[in-house]
């Protein structure tokens, strides 16, 4: 039986969930201010954000099928910018996104730390894949960020 280890997504995203609930309703009890952007803006944000963030999670599932993680190493298409194009969508895109929809500072902020949180959670699945693929896994993550191109 070949071992698969890909619960980082739903852990991540739970997470992320539990942590934006948390900020968003204390920044309402503590009365920390809102954004200064109008409503229309923060909606284009936003709806800019969910078409990135659906646009992303597609092109890394046609990238890499579900059959086929942990079996192959795909190192093209949206694999070629994010080592975890899916988490990055829901991360880079969708957090951020939702952020400036409620006008919350907090929430950015929750979503870079989530940002960092999410890059911890991956290790176990980055660390199989090493095993799995040895070197060449190493050098891909050598050349390619785990969420945000160029940066981490």
């Known amino acids: 039986m070949k071992k698969r280890i890909f619960g980082s997504g739903p852990k991540c995203f739970l997470i992320g969930l539990l942590l934006i609930f948390v900020v968003y309703f204390s920044e309402n009890l503590l009365d920390i201010p809102k954004i200064s952007i109008s409503d229309s803006v923060s909606n284009i944000i936003f709806i800019i954000a969910i078409f990135?963030?659906?646009?992303?999670?597609?092109?890394?599932?046609?990238?890499?099928?579900?059959?086929?993680?942990?079996?192959?190493?795909?190192?093209?298409?949206?694999?070629?910018?994010?080592?975890?194009?899916?988490?990055?969508?829901?991360?880079?895109?969708?957090?951020?996104?939702?952020?400036?929809?409620?006008?919350?500072?907090?929430?950015?902020?929750?979503?870079?730390?989530?940002?960092?949180?999410?890059?911890?959670?991956?290790?176990?699945?980055?660390?199989?894949?090493?095993?799995?693929f040895g070197k060449r896994y190493k050098n891909y993550q050598k050349k390619t960020k785990k969420f945000i191109p160029g940066a981490y």
């Not at 080592?83 to 400036?100: E, Q, S």
Request: proline share 1%; net charge positive.
């Open 52 to 132: 990135l963030t659906i646009l992303l999670a597609i092109w890394g599932f046609i990238s890499l099928a579900v059959k086929d993680r942990g079996i192959k190493l795909v190192t093209d298409r949206a694999f070629a910018y994010f080592r975890h194009p899916i988490y990055a969508a829901f991360l880079d895109f969708f957090v951020f996104g939702l952020g400036f929809y409620l006008k919350s500072y907090i929430i950015l902020i929750a979503g870079i730390i989530l940002i960092f949180i999410c890059g911890r959670l991956v290790d176990e699945e980055e660390n199989y894949l090493i095993g799995k």
